[in-house]
């Protein structure tokens, strides 16, 4: 009986003690880690059923694919290894690519889209029909997004969760910021939403065109900088079509140039590509 009690006893005090640690909570999982980063940009460069995974995949095959094949024509393993590298770039290089010309292109028709938005919230229509309206005379690079949005709000009748899908198929941030806009005002109500969107598409159309004549500027010097990035490999390239040429790579010290050669491309395209880059916005909103 003693022991019992003692236990009870043990048991109840452990407990007081553990009441004066709150549990810990595990950290939030972050939305905008590389899993997230790189399906936007599918997404953005039209390819919204590859998943990430898959992107990597096809890079990795590649590689494995044109490091055979140039070691096989230029009979330099360290070569093929080189150039089977570069090759590994390539998908992310056309998705990164792709991703930005739609950018540039959705900068242009956000406005006019916004302003339709404006005009049929302004006109009587409720949120759903504006939105929805957008899918048939709106900007034709927005069409599909929103025409799937008047399709799935017909189907289910749940706003938000018809809009969460649009942010999907968006991936845009200043899609996010007119979403999360229109949701606040159909949750809380308001009257300055016709307002707030005069106001945002005026600041897209200055941001618009002060970005273009930015990157029109820049544009040669970014495109030089490319150019010499990949001239020392469209040499080596060459060079390795003489059999005398590729063997000499395949001892230690042509190793040891090919490395110091590839660490300092990349060193000067990461830093062309900081130096360069324009400031983006983030989905901050996701």
Known sequence: MTAVIGL?????????????????QAAPRRPDGWYARTQDRLIQAGAPAVTPWALVSTAVGLGLA????????????????????IAARGPFALVQAR?????????????????????????????PEALGQLGER??????EPFTAFAEDFRASGRFGDCLDALKVRLADPVG?????????????????????????????RDDARTRGELEARQSWTVNAAR?????????????????????????????????????STVLA??????????????RVLR
């Open 138 to 143: 709106g900007p034709e690079s927005l069409r």
């Open 269 to 282: 395209y990461r830093l062309m590509v900081r130096l360069g880059r324009l400031p983006e916005e983030s």
């Open 8 to 24: 009870v006893l043990g048991a109840g005090l452990f407990l007081v003690w553990w009441s004066f640690w709150p549990p810990q």
């Open 176 to 204: 996010d910021r007119i979403i999360e806009a229109l949701r606040l005002t159909r949750d809380v109500g308001g009257t300055d939403v016709g307002r707030l969107l005069r106001t945002l598409s005026e600041f897209l």
């Open 99 to 127: 991703a930005g010309r739609r950018q540039a292109s959705m900068r242009e028709v956000w406005p006019n889209a916004v302003d339709n938005l404006a005009s049929g919230i302004r006109a009587g229509l409720s949120l």
């Open 66 to 85: 044109i490091a055979v094949l140039a070691s096989a024509g230029s009979g330099s393993p360290v070569i093929g290894l080189a150039f089977g590298v």
């Open 227 to 263: 150019l010499a990035v990949a001239a020392p490999w469209v040499v080596l390239a060459l060079l390795s079509t003489r059999p005398e040429n590729a063997h000499a790579y395949n001892s230690a010290s042509g190793f040891s140039v090919l490395l110091v050669g590839g660490g």
